[in-house]
């Protein structure tokens, strides 16, 4: 009883932790289900190349004047007679879609990277005087510098995360404009980098929504299962006000008839601690999701939340205490629809449906966050969800800012997402070189992110090597799998590391004690091109590196599943060659314009036949 009690105390410590770790942050939770407005469609935008819009003549940003020249984009200045020289004009401009990436909108930007401007006006009434009202983006790839009615709200960095600012005390009931300097320029010292494998789609790529609270209201909560103890539901709820302290918080879930109050502390935050001995675990087969109604004041915000647990064991991987193997695929956020960067609904709806038509009870939402239909949808459809914070290849180990930004992403993520129960594994990074600066980068992630949320998996997508020099036996030879949970890798036997045949040769000694899961493996194939299984890009030769790849991982003795790359082919400017690349990875398992290859048969039928 008293060992019971202390363990309880130590997670109301760790979920304490939490706050005091995000407190300046103030991300709103749960979108999804506040009352909002849209102000997705048509902006206004102006391409600016040398920032001129931002930078006065003397290269000084406008926004540290006083008072701003009429030049300065975020003014939204209009002649006021005839005589005023004034060389821009949003409404004058052109439009663009919000949200969507200006790359496949507008055919002369499909290469740019650099400054856009975004305008949108609009007209808001509040439905009550002491209302409060946020502006929440889902996404801008990759800096946003944000000015509301001419003032600044902030800046933010990083694309694939949301963030929100207040706009209560300086919205009008008219003529508000919201503007929204975009830059999407890639940087050596950014997260990520500027070298990767995937097309650095620009813009306001995902919603932008106008959320209108109480002045006190119910900003945050962490309601999962607790990971030591199945009967018991944890968490937190964090209000945001001025009179938030010693408040009473109801929580209410009906199907397990359960009705509490918790009572906020003097930050306005309370611990909660649920029980209940009837709970219907969510898992792939029983994708049960409870409703979960808070209730602070006038404030009620409901959620679709599962309980589950997820845990290592030895070498395996235990969903509610059973083994279970993680038949998966590995996704980029692209629209299968449109093209361009995925962001809506029916987008992941494709992509999910496809997974499931693979068989898979897994997906990878590589290499950085994707939007909250995925999360919300695999929810839904009882997929898990690894998901990978976008430290790719070649980070700036050293640079104390980069690292700084690298958490906040990761962060963020995590905040949106910490009450889906779909999601089990956070990956830090993904095929890092090995070296101190990166391994003491990445150890202190993983330190962030066991802090921010003790309910989940920690693990990277790593790199292989020889075995003793031996390259015919293969080994993960890396101290940050000493960190992890999971022992995840990419390896692509008989695609960059000989032909296929070459995977019969290879045994793996893996000698760390945790379960397995291969991050990658692959081969590119134009869909439509036939050969025999000996030519490059045709979806023979794809096919027989999946046939071979399945018999070689049978080999290890650790292996807990796998998430080949990749879903469908994504565009990347990496890959040039004529005819057959075109500007696209060409490893997907479906082609871009929705045909199934070869490969992804034997994958389908490796899966309906694995239980
Ligand atoms: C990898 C990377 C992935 C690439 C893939 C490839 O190892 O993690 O981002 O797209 O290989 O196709 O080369």
């Known amino acids: ?3 019971k009690n202390s363990i309880t105390l130590f997670l109301i410590g760790v979920f304490l932790v939490f706050f005091q770790l995000n407190a300046q942050e103030n991300l709103i939770v749960n979108t999804y289900n506040r009352t909002v407005k849209s102000l997705n469609g048509q902006w206004n935008y102006i391409v600016d190349p040398y920032e001129n819009g931002f930078y006065n003549y003397r290269y000084e940003p406008f926004e540290n004047q006083e008072n701003p020249a009429n030049g300065a984009f975020f003014t ?11 060389e821009y004009d949003f409404d004058l401009s052109d439009v663009i879609e919000v949200p969507s990436d200006w790359n496949t909108q507008k055919e002369n930007l499909y290469y740019y990277e650099g400054t856009v401007w975004y305008k949108k006006s609009f007209d808001f009434v509040k439905t009550n005087q002491t209302n409060r009202v946020f502006v929440y983006f889902e996404a801008v790839n990759y800096q946003a510098d944000v000015y509301f009615n001419g003032k600044k709200l902030g800046k933010h960095i990083g694309g694939f995360t949301p963030f929100n600012f207040e706009v209560t005390d300086l919205l009008k009931e008219s003529d508000n404009f919201l503007i929204v300097k975009v830059d999407n320029k890639r940087k ?4 990520p980098t500027l070298n990767t494998d995937w097309f650095n789609y620009g813009g306001i790529t995902r919603d932008v929504k106008l959320i209108e609270t109480s002045a006190n209201f119910i900003q945050d909560y962490f309601i999962q299962l607790n990971p030591k103890n199945n009967q018991q539901i944890s968490g937190f709820v964090q209000l945001n006000g001025t009179n938030i302290a010693n408040k009473e918080v109801f929580i209410t879930i009906p199907a397990l008839k359960i009705k509490t109050k918790v009572v906020t502390n003097a930050k306005g935050k309370a611990a909660i601690e649920l029980y209940s001995k009837k709970i219907n675990y969510w898992s792939t087969k029983n994708p049960y999701l409870y409703d979960v109604i808070l209730k602070f004041g006038d404030d009620e915000l409901k959620d679709q939340i599962g309980f589950r647990t997820i845990k290592t064991n030895g070498q395996e991987i235990h969903l509610n205490n059973s083994k279970i193997f993680l038949k998966g695929i590995s996704i980029h956020e692209e629209s299968p629809i449109r093209g361009g ?4 609904v029916e987008d992941a709806q494709q992509l999910l449906n496809w997974a499931k038509e ?16 995925m999360v919300r949808l695999a929810d839904k ?4 969800v690894w998901e990978e914070n976008p430290v790719y290849w070649t980070i700036a180990w050293d640079n104390k800012e980069t690292y700084k930004n690298a958490e906040n992403q990761l962060s963020e993520v995590i905040n949106r997402d910490k009450n889906r129960a779909s999601v089990i594994i956070w990956s830090m990074a993904n095929e890092t070189p090995t070296s101190e600066p990166r391994n003491i980068f990445l150890t202190n992630l993983a330190k962030h992110t066991r802090a921010l949320d003790p309910t989940r998996l920690i693990s990277a997508a790593l790199e292989q090597s020889n075995y003793q020099g031996d390259s015919s036996v293969r080994t993960i030879h890396d101290s940050f799998a000493d960190v992890v949970d999971v022992l995840s890798f990419n390896q692509y036997v008989g695609w960059y590391d000989g032909l296929p045949e070459k995977c019969g040769q290879i045994t793996w000694k893996i000698t760390q004690n945790k379960p397995v899961l291969i991050s990658e493996f692959g081969a590119g194939a134009k869909v439509g091109l036939h050969g025999d299984k000996l030519t490059r890009w045709t979806e023979e030769y794809q096919e027989d590196v999946y046939v071979q790849t399945l018999k070689m991982l049978e080999g290890i003795e650790q292996l807990q ?5 990749i879903l469908v082919d994504f565009k990347s400017p990496r890959r040039v060659l004529p005819k057959i690349q075109d500007g696209y990875n060409r490893k997907g398992l479906i082609s ?3 045909q199934k290859k070869k490969a992804f048969y034997v994958l389908k039928n490796f899966y309906d036949a694995k239980n």
């Open 358 to 373: 693979l068989g898979c009870n897994y997906v990878r939402l590589a290499h950085y966050p994707h939007n909250e239909h």
């Open 188 to 191: 050596k010292d950014a997260v």
């Open 381 to 384: 459809m009882g997929i898990l």
């Open 592 to 594: 871009d314009d929705g």
């Open 1 to 3: 009883m008293v060992k």
């Open 561 to 565: 599943g796998f998430s080949p790359w």
């Open 341 to 344: 960067r995925g962001y809506s």
């Open 76 to 86: 939204n200045a209009k002649p006021k007679d005839k005589t005023d020289l004034i």
